[in-house]
């Protein structure tokens, strides 16, 4: 070869592997540092404990079991249980279920037998394997119809593999599926082709006619829908089918597949071959379900599941055999036609006309109006059954509009509830002693539901006819056994939002009444002279305004949202939206938007169209005036002497947090704010470790995790099942087993629990979110954060706020009136902020061990979302004034996963109060790390972020004078070795280049 050729192939090979490895260590170790770590692992922490402090246990969380298996098997047990108790037996006739130790053959139909609704769609991947109804059933005494279980698992339907190419956050990707056309990937979602998958009756070969007779004890009919994160569910079927009489239907209907089945089923039952029909509706998402009451289909009863988890389908199988006896009630109103509830016109995402949304990003030009106010499910079908029956609201009829109210649910026995004695109000709070006897046959469990009804004057403050104000469950009654539960209820929490006038809540005077009820709707049965089920009393009234806070408050609320609500107006004018009134439900019913509407105004379209300066924006940013402005530049890289382990069990204010602050590298800080994307960043200078920080909404998702199948992580039923157990101490008991996951697995922050609102039950995530109303929600979660601190795991409640719908969630403009948005929308958050507590271990100054309560929500995640122009993570009064001065939140906010759009602008989220950007590519920044509000925002920011974690588990093994540092990580020293092999290959391919010359010039 000559030396021209020869020289001339090394260079070309040095060159492509200088370039191969300067790339990849640029990239691997600059861009994608944070998506190595989580996928490959971080180095080992080294933990170093100062030689004085040997002595001391550093093991601040004491885990209850030792070892992999007892902790795996006791959460599989923990999330049976659960579904146990969160299942609702909507319909029961005739005695029904349970199913007697006689009545054990059965045939299941239905494609959804064979394809349970494990979870939803999105962030809820575990690597465990979920149990199926075939499984469970014949795990509990039931003997399976084969032929018919084989027909649908064979069936092509759940068979073929189909391909499809979706747009996802990371551009196309090519994804199979198998059965239901809903596919997930990156945070997108999509429905496509057959979507609810149910085999048609044409299929079903005669021969199976022959099995019902030896299994026909009972048909058990499995109803199924599904959803998740990244698109709501259709609300017109046309897409999706081909039948011209299921085109018009919606997503939440029977298809006509389902109808036939069902007729089917009564088809055999009638011809002797089956004795009883039961439907189990396996979905989150409120179906439509008066067919359930139908009688041509024969229904006998009825389950309502949810999304059952790994476990769930346990807890079926006892339900129906009566192991289980079901003490459920329904999270959501179970409408006859979801298309006529007053959000329906105004859920789907609608664009501007003349908005330039890629401005902002995404889907930054789309909006969506909250007309209906405050009255969300049942606060709209009670109050307008109350208006009915005085004869304000022509037309409307309960019992025709409602199949099952909100907090609904049937059980094998019956009950007997009382108060107990008089309810008492002193100091500001109603006491309530209800004694509950069992007065069936059957042991089981009650709820105890307790509504408020507010005086209302015509044009006044808006309310709803009732409000669930407090609840308990009891434990397992025995027949013939009671148990007094005691309720309590402080009247500001009964108050109202008062967004035009006192512009803060108030207690209207005038008579409170207060009913002891089954459901919702049990106020329209109650005589109001039965002591033992209604009690009222007398109020001023009172305003809290500035001056007068509520006790619960730090500050008094007053409005913060002027501008959003101000869009809101109470007579028809073109080109807004209009409060829907209880004064005239007809005259103010929602309506879709118009083309008025639909054309922005110019303060909307400039707001929109307009990204964040923080040298010029006069809100929050370096403007004198401005909310935040400063012109003192903080101390940083000082030398105290403090470290974060210092800091733990110490108040928030404490002056020792200033000390530790002014140590800070804002390099390090700056890092670590703008790149938290399942982690927050190691401060070594004081003594801060890396976190891990974890989806998903049924429990630890490991798809983010470099630990995977080795990490204790299984699915959970939904969080709305959970809801749906009204039972606070469960809800803290499956926080307390996710949190030792968490310690076990060495996470130290979950992705969850999700608070927002079932507004609309077409809404792609409510199985993640816990229910239509704000105080089952929040009480539930405050239960499940109490437990999971328990282990030192702070939960990033989430999303914050008014993401109550996923197609166009990306940057959408969401306008409310500000009443709707604190007692609807925010609620749940409230509850949760002020009422979940827990115990943190720390060493004083003196090296002795105490013990304090801190407020267990010590994490939020804010919203994709706009509330009116502004992205909800830099909403200042939402962020900062609600959320940390009147609720009194200590912690850290994070943003939901941050993709670079600019509307999610880092610097205008920090100066708000959203202190993390959940950006996983590690190339995240501020833009103002210079001037003294910049360095300000930053320094306050650190000090959450900082007190979240110094309270976590993070801190396990860490005493005072402990160093922190970190080994190379697997793939850091895979990296090494290559670029050490390339620069071998570089070196060689040199040494060869001038051996060849040489030997040619000596030639």
Known sequence: MSTKKFTRIWTVIIALVAVLAIVATFVLTGPLYTVMNMYFGKGDAVVKKNPEAEALDAEYYKAEHTDADSLLAASQEMAEKVESEGIVLLKNENQTLPLSSSETNISMFGRTSVDPIYTGAGSAATESKPVDYKTAMEANGFSINQDLFDFYANHEISTKTIKVSMQTGMGPQEVEYTGRGFISSMGTA????????????????????????????????????????????????????????????????????????????????????????????????????????????????????????????????????????????????????????????????????????????????????????????????????????????????????????????????????????????????????????????????????????????????????????GFAKTSELEPGASETVTITVA??????????????????????????????????????????????????????????????????????????????????????????????????????????????????????????????????????????????????????????????????????????????????????????????????????????????????????????????????????????????????????????????????????????????????????????????????????????MKYGVYTYIKHFAVNDKENGRNGIATWLNEQALREIYLRPFEVAVKEAKADVNYYDENNQLQTTTIGATTAIMSAYNRIGTVWAGAQYGLQTQILRNEWGFRGAVESDYFGGSAYMDPDSGLRAGNDLMLNTFADGGLSDKSTATGVNAMRNAAHNVLYMVANSNAMQGIVSGTTVSYKMAGWQKALLAGDIVAALIICLGITLIVKKKKAAKEA
Request: charged share 25%; hydrophobic share 35%.
């Open 190 to 469: 999509l429905f496509t082709g057959d979507i609810i998958a149910e085999v048609p009756l044409a299929d079903y070969p005669s021969s199976l006619e022959d099995t019902y007779v030896k299994y026909g004890d009972a048909a058990i009919v499995f109803i199924g829908r599904v959803g998740g994160e990244g698109c709501d569910l259709p609300t017109n079927m046309s897409e999706f089918t081909d039948v011209a009489e299921d085109k018009d239907k919606t997503y939440l209907e029977l298809d006509s597949r389902e109808i036939d089945m069902l007729n089917y089923v009564k088809a055999q039952k009638d011809a002797g071959a089956i004795k009883k029909i039961v439907v189990v509706l396996n979905t989150a998402n409120a179906l439509e379900i008066d067919f359930l009451n139908d009688a041509s289909y024969g229904i006998d009863a009825a389950l309502w599941v949810s999304c059952i988890g790994d476990q769930g389908a346990n807890a079926v199988a006892k339900a129906l055999n009566g192991t289980v006896n079901p003490s459920g009630r329904t999270v959501d109103t179970y409408v006859t036609d979801l298309t006529k509830d007053p959000s329906y016109v105004n859920f789907e995402n609608i664009y501007y006309s003349n908005v330039d949304g890629g401005i902002g990003g995404y889907e930054s030009g789309c909006f969506n109006e909250y007309e209906e106010g405050i009255y969300v499910g049942y606060r709209y079908y009670e109050t307008a059954a109350a208006e009915a029956m005085d004869g304000n609201y022509a037309g409307f009829d309960y019992d025709s509009a409602v199949v099952y109210p909100f907090g609904y649910g049937l059980s094998y026995t019956t009950f007997e509830k009382t108060y107990e004695g008089t309810p008492t109000y002193n100091n500001g709070t109603y006491t309530f002693n209800v004694k509950v006897t069992n007065t069936g046959d059957k042991a089981g469990k009650d709820v105890v539901e307790i509504y408020a009804e507010a005086p209302y004057t015509k044009g006044g403050i808006e309310k709803s006819k009732v409000v669930l104000a």
């Open 491 to 788: 009247d500001e929490d009964i108050a109202s939002y008062d967004y035009k006038n006192n512009k803060c809540y108030v207690l209207d005077a005038g008579t409170y009444g207060f009913y002891l009820s089954d459901n919702a709707h049990s106020w329209a049965t109650i005589d109001k002279a039965d002591a033992g089920k209604f009690f009222s009393n007398e109020l001023a009234g009172e305003v809290f305004g500035a001056d007068n806070k509520r006790d619960s408050d730090q500050v008094a609320a007053t409005n913060q949202f002027d501008e959003v609500s101000a869009e809101f107006v109470d007579t028809k004018t073109e080109g807004k939206p209009l409060n829907f009134s209880r004064s005239d439900f007809a005259g103010t019913f929602p309506t879709a938007p118009t083309e008025a509407d639909i054309a922005a105004e110019d303060y909307i379209k400039t707001a929109l169209e307009t990204v964040f300066d923080e040298n010029t924006n006069e809100k929050t940013g370096n403007v004198e005036g401005s909310l935040v402005y400063t012109d003192q530049m903080p101390v940083t890289g000082a030398d105290n002497g403090i470290q974060l382990v210092n800091m733990r069990g110490l108040s928030y204010d404490d002056p020792a947090w200033e000390q530790l602050l002014d140590e800070l590298d804002m390099d390090g800080v700056a890092n670590m704010l703008a790149n938290a994307g399942y982690n927050t960043a190691e401060l070594l200078n004081i003594g801060k470790p890396a976190t891990l920080d974890y989806d998903g909404p049924m429990g630890w998702s490991t798809w983010v995790s470099a630990n995977g199948a080795d990490a204790i992580c299984i699915g959970f039923p939904a969080e709305e099942l959970l809801a749906a157990t009204w039972n606070v101490d469960l809800a803290k008991e499956v926080g307390e087993i996710v949190g030792e996951q968490g310690l076990f697995n060495g996470f130290n922050g979950w992705y969850a629990p999700a608070m927002n609102t079932h507004r609309n039950a077409f809404a792609g995530r409510n199985y993640e979110y816990y229910s239509e109303d704000g105080l089952l929600g929040g009480k539930i979660a405050a239960g499940e954060i109490s437990g999971t």
